[in-house]
């Protein structure tokens, strides 16, 4: 059937493409979604139950393979998963790892699954310290959009009535470990929260997914779906609806425009054929990630949008943050020692977290602004990564290995970089991938306040071990690179002035109307929460938004 | 809980299957691996020589001895070693080479034989007086790699991972957050 209208055609299937299919195929809107790559079986793809004798090279994977793993994710449990052949390129002087998961359901089906609600003290950042803008929203406006969301994926945690972090409906928590005990101890001597973390695993069964079996995997993918992901969560029911066209293997290309500047639907290269194709419909969500989308837009040039679709403001891709992450401390707990192996790993997960503590009262009490979060992390992993630390060999060195087994911990931080002029995603204009489509160029340094955080954030480290009868081992020598923790934001973001943002408060292109985006993009700025939650909520609501104007025409 | 039973089945289905993938023949050459005593008898190694391979043997066993429970001999760690340098780890290709006839240079100048021939005294001493040298390193690491990713050594740290558990596993040493007063460890 040529020239087909859909109602809309979504551009991925992570958290927001996928929301955003859930709820308008249940709404029974006929949707057409384009993703970049395959789908994935679960029972084949995610090795998470293997163990390392298992897989031929142990996890450490093939020597010639392991050269091109971009990050600790990309691995010989999840080899052929990560996008390797759609190449982005980096400025002279950025530096940028990158691990993107374009099959379907994107990153949700390895995602860290910390799930913490923005609050007022994050969109009205700007208006107590005066940096940058606020966000065009309140948290009572997306307050109940969190809640049907935590409805729907499940996350477990606690009420902890926190200025920084507003509570949700949530699940039974995870169950603190030893490591969580005495840390908790040490936190409070020195006035640091130390709490359960806001994760979106199932401690019960919710919502016809089966509870969590803590096998320490996660990241590998969960073959269960015991964790929220598009694919076990949303993607089944939209199919069964009738209402979803899903085109696997379609790389978007750009966004096709008609005589007056409307979007009219997209033009993407089935990478099985190497064809370029092209869908109609009377509205286009946007959700391909943060960077893709803004690539997305820049490369939708028209003689109505020579910048790039809805671009008159020249703010696509521009207000790029990210979250700086790095190991602030490490160490070992000496009086776990020798003892039995205790069931820590478990979930390899943030079963805890320390929720910002700094700026809270007054905005200007550190000498940063805003705020950062940190992970505790350690226990019985599946390697002893400490085998370095400890001298000698034979008999003795097998049992120090075995005595340190159960005691290491460390810290990973969570902070969030301010919009700079300086950080920001254009086009290559001489380089493009495999199919021809202009690439996306970073443009990135980590900015002064990020970088004060870290160094906070590894003194308070230190203190808590120390304060918790730890031995400090030291912290990572700097922070890890650019692009590490995938929490990109900014390049569309949202605002009211259609001079000065890209999309309005729904996420809805000022200059385009029937254009939606929905994922990181829009959000104004980084905090010092993770992305997907969010990403989940706002997406809601423009998708319900965008269901009213269809209705209206 | 009154329904996790189907939820358990289905983990446990899973779990089978997982279990199940691990018999396809790509992985049937780490059998060594998984069960002690079911190591071949006789290894050909594909990149070491047979000299190379016994000596490289031999260290594994020093660095991780077969004590109250097997050790990195019985993991069949030098096969890993091998398997590894012969699919290109280029770090114990020509390095490990050297190191290795540096070591029986070592051993014919103090006792006048190639290491493999010493005692394992005499090999513990010429390991001893090499502790602080990158080829000891790297030897010791390769080696604590093939031996804590075999069945025997993760069932040496007793991981606790990759198992089936209702609840998530919670501290059991109630009444001592800070971990003070636990018993006299085992090890």
């Not at chain 1, 959009?145 to 949700?168: H, L």
């Not at chain 1, 085109?247 to 005589?259: G, P």
């Not at chain 1, 190991?327 to 929720?355: C, E, H, I, K």
């Not at chain 1, 590490?484 to 605002?495: C, D, P």
Request: charged content about 20%; overall charge neutral; hydrophobic content about 35%.
């Amino acid at each position: 059937m040529p020239n087909q209208i859909y109602d809309v055609i979504v551009i991925g299937t992570g958290a927001g493409g996928g929301m955003a299919i859930h709820t308008l195929c249940q709404a029974g809107a006929k949707v057409c979604a384009l993703n970049a790559s395959r789908r994935l079986n679960p029972s084949k793809d995610f090795r998470n139950h293997r163990k390392p004798y298992d897989m031929p090279f142990r996890g450490f994977g093939e020597p010639a393979k392991r050269k091109k793993w971009i990050g600790y994710m990309d691995n010989e449990y999840t080899e052929g998963i990560w996008e390797h052949e759609i190449v982005f390129t980096k400025a002279p002087g950025t530096e940028w790892t990158w691990r993107r998961c374009f099959a379907v359901g994107g990153k949700t089906n390895f995602w860290g699954r910390s799930s913490a609600r923005f609050g007022d003290i994050d969109f009205r950042a700007a208006s107590r310290d005066g940096y940058d803008v606020d966000w065009p929203i309140t948290y009572a406006e997306i307050a109940p959009y969190y809640s049907r969301v935590e409805r729907m994926i499940g996350v477990a945690s606690t009420v902890q009535n926190r200025p920084s972090n507003p509570d949700g409906e949530y699940l039974p928590p995870m169950n603190f470990r030893c490591m969580d005990r005495i840390l908790e101890s040490g936190a409070r001597k020195i006035g640091i929260p130390y709490l359960p973390d806001r994760i979106a695993q199932l401690t019960v069964p919710h919502a016809g997914h089966p509870a969590c079996h803590y096998c320490a995997n996660c990241t590998e993918g969960c073959d269960v779906g015991a964790f929220f992901s598009t694919p076990w969560f949303f993607l089944p029911a939209a199919e069964k609806s009738g209402n979803l066209d899903l085109r696997t293997n379609a790389l978007c290309k750009n966004i096709l425009v008609d005589e007056n500047g409307r979007a009219k639907g997209a033009a993407y290269i089935d990478r099985n054929t190497k064809q370029e194709v092209e869908v109609y419909g009377k509205a286009v969500v946007l959700a391909a990630s943060c960077v893709e989308s803004a690539r997305i837009v820049l490369n939708s040039k028209s003689r109505r949008w020579p910048d790039g679709i809805a671009n008159s403001s020249g703010q696509a891709g521009r207000n790029l943050c990210d979250h700086l992450y790095g190991t602030t401390a490490r160490g070992y707990f000496p009086q776990l020692l020798g003892q039995p192996s205790f069931p820590d790993n478990v979930s390899s997960s943030t079963v805890a977290w320390m929720p910002r503590w700094q700026n809270l009262e007054n905005p200007r009490q550190e000498r940063f602004i805003r705020g950062y979060s940190v992970y505790p992390d350690g226990g019985c992993g599946e390697f002893p990564w400490y085998f370095d630390e400890i001298e000698g060999f034979g008999g003795d060195y097998k049992r120090q290995i075995k005595r340190r087994y159960p005691t290491p911990v460390s810290f990973y931080i969570q902070a969030p970089t301010q919009r700079s002029d300086t950080n920001y995603v254009d086009i290559d204009p001489a380089v493009k991938d495999a199919y021809g489509i202009p690439a996306a160029r970073l443009h990135f340094a980590w900015d002064r306040n990020s970088l004060l955080m870290w160094e906070h954030g590894k003194r308070s480290c230190e203190q808590l071990l120390r304060a918790s009868g730890a031995e400090y081992l030291g912290s990572g020598p700097e922070p890890d690179m650019p692009g590490t923790s995938l929490h990109e934001t900014g390049t569309l973001r949202m605002g009211n002035d259609p001079r000065r943002f890209v999309t309005n408060r729904f996420g809805q292109a000022h200059d385009v109307p029937n254009l939606y985006v929905c994922d990181a993009s829009v959000f104004p700025n980084c905090t010092d929460k993770t992305t997907t939650i969010s990403i989940l909520a706002f997406t809601l609501r423009t998708a319900e938004y965008l269901l009213q104007n269809l209705k209206k025409g | 809980m009154a329904n996790q039973g189907a939820d358990r089945r289905a983990v446990l289905e899973m779990l089978a299957k997982a279990a199940a993938a691990s018999q396809f023949p790509g992985f049937a050459r780490w059998a060594f691996g998984q069960q002690p005593g079911a190591r071949a008898a006789t290894y050909k190694p594909a990149y070491f020589s047979a000299p190379e391979y016994h000596t490289i043997d031999i260290l594994t066993g020093l660095i991780i001895p077969k004590d109250d429970s097997p050790g990195a001999q019985d993991a069949g760690v030098a096969e890993f070693i091998d398997f590894l340098a012969a699919h290109g780890e280029e770090e114990i290709q020509q390095p490990m080479r050297n190191g290795l006839k540096s070591l029986d240079a070592t051993a014919n100048k103090g006792y006048g034989v190639s290491f493999a021939r010493l005692s394992q005294e005499q090999q513990t001493e010429v390991l001893k007086r090499l502790a602080s040298d990158s080829f000891f390193r790297l030897i010791r690491r390769y080696t604590v790699m093939g031996y804590y990713t075999s069945r025997i050594g993760l069932a040496e740290l007793d991981y606790p991972g990759l198992r089936f558990y209702t609840e998530s596993p919670a501290c059991p040493h109630t009444g001592d957050p800070e971990h003070r007063h636990l018993p006299p460890p085992k090890v």
